[in-house]
């Protein structure tokens, strides 16, 4: 089954690229979920400062910087994962250095 890795973080504390190349908590990560053979596809996204949000409403195209919400965690980074249930995927989430701080949203994809 595939999920998907929502890597919520709280941008005042995260890490820059190179921190997080050079954690070993994060490189031990990336080493389990390669041993598995699980990730599909990963990607950090850019800080909340360089987000676009577009909403419709009654016809007309609403377009705002950043995302609408009132909170200090947003989603800066996905992972897709093949796994073979949820308690597989609740272990690659709980390995993730974000768990820590932050949090990881898992969802089940549509297949």
Not at 14 to 30: C, G, I, R
Not at 31 to 47: H, K, S, T
Not at 66 to 81: L, M, N, Q, R, S
Not at 90 to 102: C, D, K, L, S, T
Request: aromatic letters at 8%; one cysteine or more.
């Amino acid at each position: 089954m595939r999920y998907v890795l929502l890597i919520c973080d709280d941008e005042t504390v995260s890490p820059t690229n190179e921190e997080l190349a050079a954690d070993p908590v994060h490189q031990a990560w990336s080493a389990d979920l390669e041993r598995r053979g699980a990730e599909i596809i990963g990607e950090r996204l850019r800080p909340v400062v360089d987000a676009t949000t577009v909403r419709v409403r009654d016809d007309e195209t609403l377009v705002s910087d950043g995302p609408f919400a009132e909170t200090k965690d947003f989603v800066g980074g996905f992972v897709i994962v093949e796994c073979e249930n949820l308690d597989e995927a609740i272990e690659i989430a709980a390995g993730h250095p974000y768990a820590r701080w932050g949090g990881v949203e898992i969802r089940p994809v549509w297949e």
